[in-house]
């Protein structure tokens, strides 16, 4: 019989043709070993991943007094500062469950000494806590006087971010990728921060708020995660700097 | 070829096809999440996942999008064309997972619907650059959800072969939405220079292997004209046996086949997804497409017993030792005696 040396590939015959075999072989290798290069090139390429954590399930105690203007936070004294120095608190900034703010749970307690529990999220030197849920609070105590500090008017260029996920919890939180994130976290109530880049990459965190010190989550959300320059006057809470200005004269860069 | 329906006609060939795809979609995504924690400890498993899967489907429609023209260009690549169904259906799952993790992780548990977040969180519809992006992955996901719930052979016959086809030419729209979405979103938000350059590689050889591919058929396709009724198609000796020389008249392509001493002529068209009939061999008797190997007979254009399927035939002659083809297309299943090929002798069939 003669042979047909014209080969040709059927799909349901089954096996290949010889060469047509052995070349489809080496293009499949090939096609995979590309593939395997790809993940890695992408892969490597995170760069936006910053050193940031969200303790996801851990719950922690803490204990200090509560602040609920202009966004809910807990003082905590800080170990060895006698009183007389400056910033003898440290405020860690407290948030609900998912996307929203913690005002409804913190409200009883404002100016009184509590422990709370909640699951620790902390970037740079900044720390905040997720309440564990409604009952996360006890009050223990009397609280301590809050006081400001003004250091005027100051322009400042950066992104508003919401504080949850850029501290951690979402890692980029950041960005245009991240920002219908931040909207709906803003729009529930977590706080606004503009995030200033000093020319080495620190970053510089300002709580926003309005002239009266108020809230200004729902008047930002049309510019979150976009470069933004806001001037207003530069207030420091202990070791939180708060920039009160009029949302309406911000403006996207 | 098809009589009755099932899930998946399995046979060896698509065994060993869908085992190497698994594999390379598993090595890909482990490649990625090892890597991935131990050059980034800090990386959320959510973010992980995310641009894992996402990044898989990409690489995955790329290779989908290349098999076609590089098997018109490389023939001998025609198997891996065989399943590629199989290949669009895992890269729409891949494609999926990205979306519902995106949707859970940046819209659930907020104070909307996840699915009016997505429509209401970024109103910049009005800026190139500041374009809500994700609506441009949804509405790729959405087509390449409506390819996937159609790639089974039943709706491609309910459809018909044009119908199916224009719907799942509908990638190449979902392809430009999903680079933009990627452009617009990931590769907006920070410097990846070596993504950026793998990304423009891809889109670049997709655009050369199809500029390649169209080339070549437009070089053969010179229009042949009618000369009493009859086109040249080629010299006997042109035409290998069991193979066939494609001739286009009127814009219709016919697929001229030489075999045992004789000629037969059929449109180049196949019933099943439109493959390219006359790019396919005589095996075991019957025409039999390079594609899925639907297989017809060269006399009467139709299907062997117990399948149906039929395409039109045409008469074709041998004249001095040169094969002409007569452009009228008879209807599908038409039986033509084939025209002989005999020393000098003027045939006509």
């Known amino acids: 019989m003669k042979q047909d040396h014209d080969e040709f590939y059927v799909g349901y015959l089954p096996k290949a043709p010889a060469r047509i075999g052995a070349i ?22 995170q760069r936006d991943i910053a050193t940031a954590l969200f303790e996801f399930g851990v719950q922690r105690e803490f204990e200090g007094v509560i602040a609920l203007k202009p966004y809910p936070m807990l003082r905590v004294q800080r170990p060895g500062v006698v009183s007389g120095e400056s910033a003898p608190f ?37 720390t905040m806590i997720e309440l564990a849920g409604a009952d996360a609070i006890t009050e223990i105590g009397e609280g301590v006087a809050d006081a400001s500090l003004s250091f005027g008017e100051v322009t400042m260029s950066g992104e508003i971010v919401d504080s949850k996920c850029f501290l951690g919890v979402m890692n980029p939180g950041e960005l245009k990728t991240h920002r219908a994130c931040a909207v709906r976290c803003i729009s529930g109530g977590i706080p ?62 | 070829m098809s009589l009755a329906y099932q899930a998946v006609g399995w046979n060896r060939q698509k065994k060993i096809y869908d085992a190497c795809l698994a594999i390379g979609v598993v090595l890909y995504l482990t490649l990625f999440m090892v890597v991935g924690v131990l050059w980034f400890p800090h990386i959320t498993a959510e973010t992980l996942l995310l641009r894992g899967f996402g990044s898989a489907a990409l690489v995955l429609l790329h290779f989908i999008l290349y098999i076609g023209p590089a098997a018109r260009l490389f023939p001998v690549l025609l198997p891996l064309l065989y399943n590629r169904r199989h290949m669009g259906v895992t890269m729409f799952f891949l494609a999926l997972v990205h979306a519902v993790l995106a949707l859970l992780q940046f819209h659930l548990g907020g104070d909307q619907f996840p699915l009016v977040s997505l429509l209401t969180s970024n109103g910049d519809y009005d800026s190139f650059f500041q374009f809500p992006f994700q609506l441009l992955g949804a509405f790729g996901l959405a087509v390449l959800f409506l ?57 670049w050889l997709l655009l050369m292997l199809h500029g390649l591919a169209g080339w070549r058929e437009w070089r053969k396709d010179r229009e042949a004209r009618a000369e009493d009724g009859w086109v040249y198609v080629a010299d006997v000796a042109e035409i ?14 016919i697929a001229v086949f030489k075999y045992d001493g004789k000629v037969s002529a059929m449109s180049n068209v196949c019933q099943h997804q439109n493959g390219p009939l006359g790019e396919g061999k005589i095996v075991d008797g019957c025409v039999t497409c390079p594609w899925h190997g639907y297989q017809y007979r060269p006399h009467d254009g139709s299907s062997p017993a117990p399948f149906t399927e039929k395409i039109p035939t045409f008469k074709a002659k041998v004249t001095a030792g040169k094969v002409y083809v007569d452009p009228t297309p008879l209807p599908p299943g038409t039986p033509v005696a084939p025209a002989l090929i005999g020393e000098g002798a003027e045939v006509t069939a």
């Open chain 1, 90 to 126: 440290s405020r860690y900034l407290l948030v609900a469950p998912f996307k929203f703010g913690a005002d409804e749970l913190v409200a009883p307690f404002d100016g009184r000494r509590v422990r709370l529990k909640g699951s620790l999220i902390y970037r740079d030197n900044k």
């Open chain 2, 240 to 253: 290998r046996e069991n193979r066939a020389r494609i001739v286009c008249v009127a814009g219709e392509r």
């Open chain 2, 147 to 203: 390819m996937a719930a159609t790639s089974h052979d039943f709706w491609l016959a309910n459809l018909t072969a044009p119908v199916w086809k224009a719907l799942h030419m509908l990638v190449y729209v979902a392809y430009v939405a999903l680079i933009l979405h990627v452009v617009l979103g990931y590769l907006q938000n920070h410097q990846a220079p070596v993504t950026q350059f793998l990304l423009v590689g891809g889109v």
């Open chain 1, 192 to 253: 606004p921060v503009l995030v200033v880049r000093g020319r080495d990459g620190t970053a510089y965190y300002l709580l926003l708020v309005d002239r009266q010190m108020g809230q200004v989550n729902q008047a930002v959300l049309s510019m979150v995660a976009q470069p933004v320059k806001i001037t207003g006057e530069l207030v420091r809470r202990d070791d939180w700097w708060v920039l009160k200005a009029d949302p309406g004269q911000y403006e996207l860069l």
């Open chain 1, 24 to 45: 489809v072989r080496l293009t499949v290798l090939l096609l995979m070993g590309l593939a395997a290069v790809v993940a890695f090139l992408t892969v490597r390429e």
